[in-house]
């Protein structure tokens, strides 16, 4: 099965403090994302990775940077966390050699983070 | 620009009873593909069913089928014989004509609850 952990189910962080979201996905995936979900607005795309070391900004990148030095870890990175971040952050991946057109992404179990 | 639009805001449904869960989108790519998740209270996000937007037939996955309707441009979800274990908020959402390594574009979901 596959299978994306998530660095923390719950994290409650400061204003101004730097935070990383770890995330980490077993299956060899080429594909990887960040997602923010707020009640009401559904699944917002943050950042994703096609490769190592690549990175595409997704809808609402402002405030987040991400990093992708493995290819089996994609890391979101909150350089200066502000109260308008509290949230909760899921990270998916997938696979782009199904040979369908389009492939489904698998979540991790989500990070709660809470900006004091 | 892409579009996922799920109005329903919360769906009842008396258990063993099927329900459909309603789904509109807005793409002017003749290519895409269209997913379903599941998310449970604990947080999850669930892939259930994914249809081609050139896919001759409905998808079905167990008590899964997704009503594709592609001039109505919609893709309901119904889900046959309900259990208890439905209850979750279900999203629906649409790939981007980018081929396998395609990001999602998510609805703002539907709350289902059966009823015993």
């Known amino acids: 099965d596959v299978k994306v952990t998530q660095s923390s189910r719950y994290l409650v962080k400061r204003t101004g403090e730097k935070v990383f979201l770890e995330c980490v996905q077993d299956?060899?995936?080429?594909?990887m994302f960040w997602y923010r979900q707020d009640p009401g607005l559904g699944l917002r795309l943050i950042y994703f990775?096609?490769?190592?070391?690549?990175?595409e900004k997704g809808d609402i990148p402002e405030g987040y940077s991400v990093s992708r030095e493995k290819k089996e870890r994609f890391s979101l990175i909150l350089e200066s966390a502000s109260t308008n971040q509290t949230s909760m952050y899921l990270c998916a991946s997938s696979t782009s050699g199904t040979g369908r057109p389009y492939n489904e992404q698998f979540f991790g179990p989500g990070t709660r983070l809470t900006v004091l | 620009a892409q579009k996922i639009t799920q109005t329903q805001p919360g769906m009842f449904v008396q258990e063993k009873e099927a329900v459909t869960l309603d789904c509109t989108y807005d793409t002017s790519d003749p290519s895409y593909g269209l997913f379903w998740y599941k998310q449970p209270s604990s947080g999850e996000m669930i892939f259930l069913i994914y249809?081609?937007?050139?896919?001759?037939q409905n998808a079905t996955e167990g008590r899964y089928s997704l009503n594709f309707q592609k001039a109505r441009k919609s893709a309901n979800l119904v889900i046959s014989a309900s259990q208890l274990g439905d209850s979750a908020m279900y999203f629906c959402a649409m790939a981007q004509n980018t081929g396998a390594n395609s990001k999602l574009t998510f609805g703002k979901g539907i709350t289902l609850s059966v009823r015993p």
């Open positions: 299956m060899d995936h080429e594909n």
């Open positions: 249809q081609g937007s050139y896919d001759q």
């Open positions: 990775s096609y490769d190592v070391k690549m990175k």
